[in-house]
């Protein structure tokens, strides 16, 4: 017999273990994340799962699900901070959407999107990181990267390549690829790798397939994130 | 609209800094809305009119493009001292655009690079005092002056523009949200 808690008032089912997370993107309910991914261990870095628990704020990728709990998602004051959250996650990097391979498939764009995100507010940092096109069918962007280490986790715990790392402390924090020369094509990496395709934004790009789908079809286009299979936005 | 009988027309002042001129572009793109607008607001200092300095008391100040030189920051400040309400207008005025992918370059090295003598073995930028210097790097323009509203997107689509001002000057505060809300 399953436990629950509620979230927002509503009454969520989960099973032992599941993280508030999980259960509640299993129960439909959306809650806007972007280093949490279902096939892979929580990374608990970029805070926009962040939910009250009982009055308290908590991640909710890393939050265990407790049966009587009272969560609190989708409030102005939640929202707010995940906006402010998002908008710091631009300044950091230089995310030129008009430009953008990944612009409308981006789950960072549609995350300042669905909180109704309208400036960046903060100034900005302007980073140089040197664009890596040594691959022949990947190109690296790094100043977009948000540093979720998605690709990172699934190098290493699916594809067992270990291709990419994070490496530096704090602002100086950054994204390597493990070769000696740090380029992405004296690795093993192929297209075919999980690590491919699991970057969020638009550092990890396919060589040649830019601008492929027309504007209007593009993932949230078509509905904003957070959207429910049917077709109900959250 | 529903229009009060008579009522004082707000000023609008528009200004394209380091911009392409899209964003005054897609505002034209309101089409026959263009007229309903006319009825409403009348127009300050801007590309489409002829006046050469804000006038005091605008309503309204839309800024399109970043900060690149030392006019753009006159100007800039020009239309903040006289304008209500300004609202940087378009992806270039909210984050640099895509003009700002120059801050990671040397903007000495930049010029050198566009004005070379044909044959390449020497340079010759423009020095005449008549033209306004580069700025180091291109700035949003919420680095400059205060910003009342942004209004993203490169550039904002007609409809978007149009929501915008209609909520504006009905007295409501601007929400763009999907699918209006863009940033690119
Ligand atoms: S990665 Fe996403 S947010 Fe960044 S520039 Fe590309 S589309 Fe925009
Ligand atoms: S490259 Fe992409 S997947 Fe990897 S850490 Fe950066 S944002 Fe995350
Ligand atoms: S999804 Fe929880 S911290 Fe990123």
């Known amino acids: 017999m399953s436990q629950t808690f509620t979230l927002d008032g509503k009454t969520i089912a989960f099973e032992p273990g599941q993280t508030i997370l ?22 608990g870095s970029c805070k926009l799962c962040t939910v009250k628990v009982n009055g308290r704020q908590t991640a909710s990728c890393t939050m265990r699900a407790m049966p009587g709990m009272a969560v609190e998602s989708d409030t102005e004051e939640i929202n707010a901070e995940r906006r402010a959250l998002t908008q710091m996650l631009f300044v950091e990097g230089n995310h030129y959407c008009p430009s953008c391979e990944k612009s409308g498939n981006c789950q960072l764009q549609a995350t300042a999107y669905h909180l109704g995100m309208m400036s960046t507010h903060y100034d900005h940092f302007f980073p140089n990181r040197a664009v890596d096109a040594s691959h022949p069918e990947v190109l690296l ?31 100086d924090t950054h994204l390597i690829v493990n070769a000696s020369s740090g380029r992405l ?46 077709g109900e936005a959250c | 609209m529903n229009a009060p009988m008579n009522p004082r027309k707000l000023r609008i002042t528009t200004t394209s800094l380091s911009g392409c ?48 030189n030392a006019e753009n920051v006159h100007v800039l400040r020009e239309l903040r001292a006289n304008a209500k309400i ?11 655009g895509l003009p700002a992918q120059r801050n990671h370059l040397d903007v000495g090295q930049c010029l050198s690079q566009v004005y070379r003598t044909p044959d390449g073995s020497a340079t010759a930028i423009p020095d005449d005092p008549e033209l306004p210097l580069l700025l180091d790097k291109v700035y949003p323009v919420n680095e400059v002056v205060r910003v009342d509203y942004f209004l993203p997107g490169c550039p904002p689509s007609a409809d978007t523009i149009w929501k915008f001002l209609t909520d504006l000057l009905t007295g409501r505060t601007p929400r763009i949200e999907h699918p209006l809300l863009k940033f690119d």
């Open chain 2, 86 to 96: 300004l609202v940087a207008f378009g992806a270039c005025a909210v984050n640099g």
């Open chain 1, 22 to 43: 999980q259960a509640a993107d299993a129960a439909g309910v959306f809650i806007p994340h972007l280093c949490y991914h279902p096939e892979f261990k929580p990374h």
């Open chain 1, 141 to 171: 962007d790094f100043n977009r990267c948000i540093l979720c280490s998605l690709c990172v986790r699934a190098s290493r715990d699916v594809d067992g390549k270990n291709v990419f790392a994070l490496s530096g402390r704090g602002i």
């Open chain 2, 21 to 68: 001129f899209g964003c005054h572009m897609s505002f034209l793109d309101i089409d026959e809305r263009l007229l309903e607008l006319a009825a409403l607001v009348e127009f300050d200092r801007s590309p489409i009119t002829d006046i050469k300095h804000c006038s005091q008391h605008c309503d309204l100040a839309l800024v399109e493009g970043g900060v690149c």
């Open chain 1, 185 to 230: 094509g004296d690795t093993d990496f192929t297209l075919a790798d999980k690590a491919a395709e699991v970057c969020p934004v638009g550092v990890i790009l396919k060589k040649r397939q830019g601008f492929a789908v027309p504007i209007g079809e593009r993932t949230y286009d078509k509905a904003p994130i957070g959207a429910t299979t049917a």
